[in-house]
Nanobody, 123 residues
Framework: QVQLVESGGGLVQAGDSLRLSCAASGRTFSSYAMGWFRQAPGKEREFVTKINRSGGSTYYADSVKGRFTISRDNARNTVYLQMNSLKPEDTAVYYC????????????????WGQGTQVTVSS
């Protein structure tokens, strides 16, 4: 069992930066690929980024490529999402996710979800 707790969300202006953190409980954090999804009001949950178990490979949605950076610290059981040059369209609830494989990271195969943290970007 893995519990994920996100933090770091908030209200910012367009162009600002935020860093989200996701702290995982348990001793098997390094056994999971980790990532982030987001869900805006009235829209489906969408993939944002993911990272493999070692942290050596990362993947991004086109909409955030070049602006967001995912990283992980397996010693601290934490995954991070650095978000730069934020845009109003980045406004959403951001969810941390854990899955067995970085190659299978769609919402229907995610093993564990965090509770979500709100990010609001004003124009």
């Amino acid at each position: 069992q893995v519990q994920l707790v996100e933090s770091g969300g908030g209200l910012v202006q367009a162009g600002d930066s935020l860093r989200l953190s996701c702290a995982a409980s348990g001793r098997t954090f390094s056994s999971y690929a980790m990532g982030w999804f987001r869900q805006a009001p009235g829209k489906e949950r969408e993939f944002v980024t993911k990272i493999n178990r070692s942290g050596g490979s990362t993947y991004y949605a086109d909409s955030v490529k070049g602006r967001f950076t995912i990283s992980r610290d397996n010693a601290r059981n934490t995954v991070y999402l650095q978000m730069n040059s934020l845009k109003p369209e980045d406004t959403a609830v951001y969810y941390c996710a854990a899955a067995q494989s970085v190659y299978a990271f769609s919402p229907n195969v995610i093993d564990y979800w965090g509770q979500g943290t709100q990010v609001t970007v004003s124009s």
